[in-house]
């Protein structure tokens, strides 16, 4: 990493250099640009990579949720259940197919949706439930997967902040019935916008791909009539939720470079435990286990214990840092207080979460400089009370 300390640092960015680039410009220059065969490439890259048998790439990971919902047979009075501590997309999705968003508090152990709050929630509605391995975390699946034997829902995980995240030896993307994830700027590896769905279920496959392109098939098997070459039917309503060429060759470049990124990732998140470990007033994101698992640190989400979160955050900005905070909880936003009737209060863990957080910046190309200057500052920030 290069010493120079670049300012600003935002919280987050993508990592994008001269391979990427000249990939994209041979595919611009090439026949097909859209609907071509780095669409399949990607896919097949993305399903070894994951070690699952499908992926279907979407025009954002929220197209991707939108299809996955969709594959699970979520329709008109059907229950999602998901966290409130994540992006709206996750949520959004399933409204869009007009189901009812039903949350369930976290686990602040993991700031991810608490399987002990989700049994509470379960009806003979549930349709799905989505935990979202959030910031990277690897979510434990193994308390969905026995309530989904006993209540027989599908799972959809929302990795969209985990792509290369692995528990108990297993990629994330392995174990749910179908897993997504994102391909935005701030993500592990970007396509500009972008998304996928992995999964090892034909069916759903065939779904998700129906839906990718306005429910239409070509597939002679599945045509009630034939005739002629030029003919397709339509089954289903579906979106143009395609991905371009171009992009799933920026995507096959960027996964090249997933490992090292995660790798990066890990080793500034390291740098930060250990420099905030003893600072009373900062709480470090959840660790997971040493054998067998690794956190992908899409964001670094710390915890502030007594220090007031605006000011903090207005002091970092004052010294060239740009914080965010991930997230408001959803159940707080009027568009879901208004459709569902959800109130302040409802989501104990969420909200306290919600008040202290703030996420400081974590991305690979961050220089050692850049880390050490966080380091410095955050502590700085938080003795002065
Ligand atoms: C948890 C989560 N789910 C879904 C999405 C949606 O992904 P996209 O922005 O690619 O549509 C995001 C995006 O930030 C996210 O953070």
Redesign the pocket.
């Known amino acids: 990493m290069p010493g120079d300390l670049e300012l600003p640092i935002p919280y987050g960015r993508q990592w994008i250099d001269e391979d990427d680039i000249n990939a994209v410009i041979e595919t611009l220059r090439g026949d097909w640009i859209t609907q071509g065969p780095k669409v399949e490439e990607f896919e097949k890259s993305l399903a070894e990579y994951v070690g699952v048998k499908y992926a279907v790439v979407f025009n954002?990971?929220?197209s991707a949720?939108h299809a996955a919902y969709f594959a699970a047979g979520v329709g008109e009075g059907d229950e999602v259940i998901t966290s409130p501590i994540?992006?709206v997309?996750?949520a959004n999705a399933a409204v869009m197919l007009g189901a009812r968003v039903v949350f369930a508090d976290i686990d602040m152990k993991t700031y991810c949706l608490d399987a002990e709050e989700v049994e509470k929630k379960i009806t003979h509605r549930t349709r799905v439930v989505a935990p979202?391995s959030f910031a990277g975390y690897p979510v434990d699946l193994r308390p969905f997967l026995d309530l989904k034997e006993k209540y027989g829902f599908i799972i959809v995980e929302?990795a969209?902040?985990a792509l290369g995240a692995i528990r108990n030896g297993k990629k994330v993307g392995a174990e749910a019935d179908m897993t997504i994830f994102?391909?935005?700027p701030v993500k592990h590896i970007t396509t500009g916008?972008?998304?996928v769905v992995v999964t090892n279920s034909e069916i759903f496959c065939e779904k998700l791909k129906l839906f990718r392109t306005h429910g239409i098939t070509k597939s002679e098997e599945k045509l009630t009539r034939y005739d002629g070459p030029w003919y397709y039917e339509q089954h289903v309503l579906g979106y143009n939720y395609r991905i371009t060429d171009f992009q799933c060759t920026l995507g096959l470049s960027q996964l090249r470079k997933l490992e090292r990124f995660v790798e990066r990732r890990n080793e500034i998140a390291k740098r930060y435990n250990e420099a905030f470990s003893e600072i009373d007033n900062l709480i470090t994101p959840p660790k997971v286990a040493e054998e067998g698992w690794r956190h992908a640190y899409h964001i670094y989400p710390l915890l502030l214990n007594g220090l007031e979160r605006k000011s903090f955050f207005f002091k970092l900005r004052e010294r060239k840092i740009l914080p965010q905070v991930h997230y408001i909880p959803v159940h707080l936003q009027p568009f879901y207080q208004e459709r569902f009737g959800y109130r302040e209060g409802d989501f104990p863990n969420a909200e306290d979460y919600y008040k202290r957080e703030v996420t400081i910046p974590l991305f690979p190309r961050m220089s050692d400089a850049q880390v050490e200057y966080v380091i410095n500052t955050v502590i700085e920030i938080a003795s002065e009370g």
């Open positions: 954002s990971g929220t949720l994540t992006f997309a996750t979202v929302d969209a902040h994102s391909f935005h916008e972008g998304g």
